[in-house]
């Protein structure tokens, strides 16, 4: 199927979307609202707002037994991996935004721990620079798009990963006392092997502590042809803290600290985590540092006051020595460290204004960049002020209308090169950025929604690199100047219910389709514009008798301009056109078996690649009583059937068959 096919078949499905909504609108009188309604499937469907999210909890991260958290988001529809077996080599690209062959990253895709944010740095062939490991966290949501990011960061087009650390009461379950788990993972394929210590004492109702040990080792893994994927294997030794008081007559404020750090060092490997060994080999370590301090007041006898103080600092760290040591080599010898340190204050007022009950979250973010000054890459400081403001006008009778805005001062400084003569230099950057979103609930739980969002990226210290070589085509010749814009489009529609074929089962879907258009695309290598459009659409199912299914899709079609304005029919980094389906069956608690298909169109943009499908099985045991009360025993196959295949994007074709065993027992 074409990318102009694809996306009439994605106009069509959305119209089979919306043609039922439509009929629900219009059956007469008044239906009873309907309750809350809970699927009882891994993966739920986030009905309840017009935004593109798709959370993974604990549940399903623990189920996935991932390896890197690009592993642990591939499945979600509009991500894409470039590689992502390794946590250097692998990059997150959003709805074809983000991480591309050249770069693991860049700025159209905002990675975030516990609010802290981390690095978006044009490092060459590196890779995503997300480190961390996935057994540190409860979480991870993934928003795409602009439309809900005016409160987090300007220049975000692909959207936004937000991984959230455990706390001592997921395990306490806020009871006073202490909990220990352990957990031990097997790779068939790599021969991996992790330990995942878990200490949470709540010593009081007001107070919690929380201790988080991981030790991970991966090695070389081999493709569905028995053939070394390339891939280095790594050790991630990983470590977090966390604690939160609790205080005030109502116990209305707290304050909490969280502490993380993952290292990895590697020996004797290419240069190039993404592509493989035309630069050499290196040796490199790796650490990434996190801390996150916050208070949080919100009193029980003022709506008006929901406040949240975040002071978070980000430090990430890759040095390397080229092997055999040639001085001269510039490239293999670069020592990068940035680090963002980052103070956010808001507040969520709640109150009525009329008939209009109002949300309003207002805040203001001090944020400062530093980039250690590297033989291949300019250093310098990005300090940046901004304000959002964004409200939720709720008019009670279904219709929700929430405009935001962002505005974002910059102030951004090279260092300077003696060597090379080129003095320090600063710019001046600002931008107003911002977008509406609409969304309409019907009493019977559909709903329909709609948004239009324009966002600007600031100059990075990148970029430095880049302010004499002017631009063809009469576009902008300084990059230092010129902001990267973006405007996205977004309708969908969503629907809940229960009792819908059988009484006890539930169900839910939604799909959107969004139209994206990027200019004075500095971040992407040679292009200058970027247009496109895609559908995505989520569902999920459970019955009352324990079987349930989900299933999620996306379809894109993009087209991109030269900086010599030629047009090209396609646009390198468009993802590929991908489907899931997961169906299983759970036994109350005890027993959860589920099967996945993950399959991906024929992609003939940049590249040729044939189309597959990989089939991973899943089985949970949770001894209910005995001496086994407290286990988990989880057993996995992914790529059943050790399928040969290279996705789109990536540079080295995916692990073949991989069982995975794992026992965590809570003491």
């Known amino acids: 199927m074409t990318g102009r096919n694809s996306l009439r078949a994605a106009l069509l499905s959305s119209c089979a979307l919306l043609s039922p909504v439509a009929a629900l609108a219009q059956t007469t009188g008044e239906p009873e609202a309907l309750g809350t309604i809970i699927l009882d499937t891994k993966r739920d469907v986030a009905t309840h707002t017009g935004v593109a999210v798709t959370t993974i909890d604990q549940e399903e991260m623990d189920d996935r037994q991932a390896s890197t958290i690009a592993e642990l988001i591939s499945s979600v529809p509009g991500v894409t991996l470039i590689n992502g077996a390794t946590p250097l080599g692998g990059g997150i690209n959003i709805r074809g935004f983000g991480a591309g062959n050249t770069y693991g990253t860049n700025q159209k895709v905002l990675i975030t721990i516990d609010g802290a944010t981390q690095g978006s740095e044009e490092l060459y062939r590196i890779g995503t620079q997300l480190f961390t490991d996935p057994e540190l966290f409860k979480s991870v949501s993934v928003m795409r798009g602009t439309i809900g990011s005016f409160e987090y960061g300007s220049g975000v087009v692909g959207g936004i990963v937000q991984l959230e650390t455990k706390d001592a009461s997921d395990f306490t379950g806020g009871e006073i006392g202490y909990k220990l788990r352990q957990g031990l993972n097997f790779n068939s394929n790599g021969d991996g092997i992790t330990s995942s210590t878990i200490l949470a004492w709540q010593p009081s109702e007001n107070a919690e502590f929380v201790a988080n040990y991981i030790w991970r080792r991966l090695g070389e893994q081999v493709d569905g042809s028995g053939v070394d994927l390339g891939a280095e294997g790594f050790k991630t030794p990983s470590w977090g803290l966390k604690g939160k008081f609790t205080f005030g007559q109502e116990r209305d404020q707290f304050v909490s600290l969280s502490l993380a750090n993952t290292t990895m060092a590697e020996r004797d490997v290419p240069y190039d985590a993404i592509g493989g060994n035309p630069f050499g080999n290196v040796d490199r370590d790796v650490e990434s540092r996190n801390a996150v301090l916050t208070y949080g007041w919100n009193p029980l006898d003022n709506d008006l006051v929901d406040l949240r103080v975040v002071l978070s600092y980000a430090d990430q760290q890759i040095d390397s020595t080229s092997v055999p040591y040639v001085p001269t080599d510039g490239l293999r010898n670069a020592d990068h460290r940035y680090e963002t340190t980052k103070l956010t204050v808001k507040n969520t007022a709640r109150f009525t204004f009329g008939s209009i009950e109002n ?21 310098g400081t990005d300090d940046r002020t901004a304000f959002f403001l964004i409200n939720k006008f709720d008019f009670g009778n279904g219709l929700t209308i929430t405009p935001a805005m962002r505005y974002e001062t910059q102030d951004i400084s090279y260092k300077g090169d003696p060597q090379a003569r080129i ?118 199912y459970s019955m009352e008798s324990g079987y349930y299914g989900e299933l999620s899709t996306s379809i894109v079609n993009f087209e991109s301009k030269t900086i010599q304005l030629v047009n090209r029919s396609n646009y390198a980094q468009t993802p590929p056109n991908s489907l899931r389906v997961v169906a299983g069956k759970r036994w109350d608690r005890e027993l959860d078996l589920s099967w996945e298909m993950v399959a991906y169109d024929r992609y003939d943009e940049s590249v040729i690649r044939p189309g597959f499908a990989v089939h991973n099985l899943r089985a949970t045991y949770r001894p209910q009583e005995g001496v086994l009360e407290g286990t988990e025993i989880r057993f996995g196959v992914e790529n059943l059937f050790d399928r040969d295949y290279m996705q789109a994007l990536a540079t080295r074709n995916g692990p073949g068959r991989n069982f995975k065993v794992g026992i965590i027992k809570t003491f």
């Open 359 to 379: 949300e309003l979250r207002a805040g203001v973010e001090l944020i400062r960049k530093e980039r250690k000054t590297a033989s291949s890459a300019p250093g």
């Open 423 to 540: 003095p320090a230099t600063s710019f001046d950057n600002d931008a107003l950025m911002g977008g509406v979103d609409m969304r309409y609930e019907f009493a019977n739980g559909a709903a329909v929604f709609g948004s239009v969002a324009y966002t600007e990226g600031l100059p990075i210290l990148d970029d430095f690199e880049n302010q004499n070589q002017p631009w063809i085509g009469g576009l902008p010749a300084n990059y230092m100047t010129t902001n990267e814009q973006s405007r996205t489009v977004e309708l969908g529609a969503s629907w809940r219910t229960a009792d819908l074929f059988s009484a006890g089962d539930a169900f839910s879907i939604k799909g959107n389709i969004y139209d994206t258009n990027v200019w004075n695309a500095t971040s992407e290598p040679s292009t200058a514009w970027i247009a496109g459009t895609g559908f995505e659409l989520e569902a999920a």
